[in-house]
């Protein structure tokens, strides 16, 4: 018997994420692009030409009526998520959602609430959670190598968007606060917050200074692109987190973890630990591990269909809850840096 293919359409692609998602997507052998809905009809064009899509619409409502749709990759701005999820959700259409979960914190808490109405599912795509180095450092945290993590720090950015060359298409809503959120914080931060949820659980406490650079006067006063925040977590760790657009040169580091036995740092060719609980008795000093690059979105493509096929549950900070939690953190940072005082979770 034929193994069962998850047919899928695409609805949005005003961000760039959909080129590499939709490729790892087609790529799978079960599964099947088949449609395509964006207002842009030269981007739907695109994918029609490029995936070999039977039909193409600027309307996702009506793409979702008259194709046979499993499961929709979602593309969209931040903002408009929540109605396509809940589009999706009425006509039991699993959804596969990039990052981040929606531009406010009460638009990703309706989305898990119409999803767990529907029953479908739905994964929200922090790209890096399926990473083989990524695994490896939360592998090495969960097993206790570093001991007690205490301690959290991240950096990242890039110089910007425009400057970075993202397409017209994914600048014009990313600097507008209202479809994406706001600025560097939700996009860049986001990644990290994620990343320490993740192996360091549910946030408790958010503290957070923001401001713009002022030197780009092409992005409104209301966009910031630099932030930088505190988090304290229900284990009682900490976590620092600094974000920008206008990063000049690669950042130095990406992530450390550092715990009561020994201490992690991410880079962005390796990966380095010390420590003193776990290492063979005669090695000494830093163990270091190259970073392996993996096909970009192929792990998560191919967790989203295998996982839908098998009517099985996403966890963690991909999945809906998980998801909404980061999404509460982001918007508790923004809380903070406009009300000049540290915000209590839960917001609700």
């Excluded at 630099?226 to 990063?247: H, P, T, Y």
């Excluded at 740092?265 to 380095?272: E, L, N, S, T, Y």
């Amino acid at each position: 018997m034929a193994e069962k293919r998850l047919r899928m359409g695409i609805a949005g692609m005003v961000n760039d994420h959909v080129w590499f998602m939709a490729d790892a997507t087609h790529a799978l052998p079960n599964a099947e692009l088949v449609s395509v809905a964006e207002p842009h009809p030269e981007l739907g064009q695109q994918a029609v030409e490029r995936y070999g899509l039977a039909s193409s619409y600027t309307s996702y409502e009506e793409m979702l009526d008259n194709e046979q749709l499993d499961a929709v990759m979602i593309c969209s701005d931040n903002a408009d998520k929540v109605k396509i999820v809940t589009a999706a959700a009425r006509r039991g259409i699993h959804c596969y959602v990039d990052k981040p979960m929606s531009a406010r914190y009460a638009q990703a808490s309706e989305m898990v609430a119409v999803a767990r109405k529907a029953g479908i599912k739905m994964m929200v795509a922090y790209h890096f959670f399926f990473n083989s180095t990524y695994n490896k450092v939360k592998g090495w945290i969960a097993e206790g190598r570093i001991g007690q993590v205490y301690l959290a720090r991240a950096s990242i950015g890039h110089a910007g968007p425009r400057e970075i060359n993202l397409s017209k298409y994914f600048c014009e809503w990313l600097e507008d606060k209202e479809r994406a959120g706001g600025g560097a914080w939700v996009d860049e931060a986001g990644y990290m917050i994620s990343a320490m949820v993740d192996n360091l659980g549910p946030v408790t406490d958010v503290s957070a200074f923001m401001n713009q650079q002022g030197w780009r006067d092409y992005l409104a006063p209301d966009i910031e692109d630099n932030s930088a925040a505190i988090l304290k977590f229900e284990s009682g760790a900490l976590g620092v987190i600094d974000s920008r657009w206008g990063q000049i040169g690669r950042v130095p580091f990406e992530q450390s973890y550092h715990g009561t036995d020994g201490t992690i740092m991410q880079g962005w060719d390796a990966v380095r630990v010390f420590s003193r609980r776990s290492l063979p008795a005669d090695m000494q000093g830093w163990l270091e591990v190259p970073i392996m690059r993996d096909p970009r979105g192929s792990g998560e493509a191919a967790h989203f269909v295998d996982t839908v096929l098998a009517g099985g549950d996403f966890e963690g900070v991909i999945s809906p809850e998980g998801a909404c939690h980061v999404q509460a953190v982001i918007e508790a940072g923004y809380l903070s840096a406009e009300q000049g005082r540290a915000i209590t979770l839960p917001l609700d």
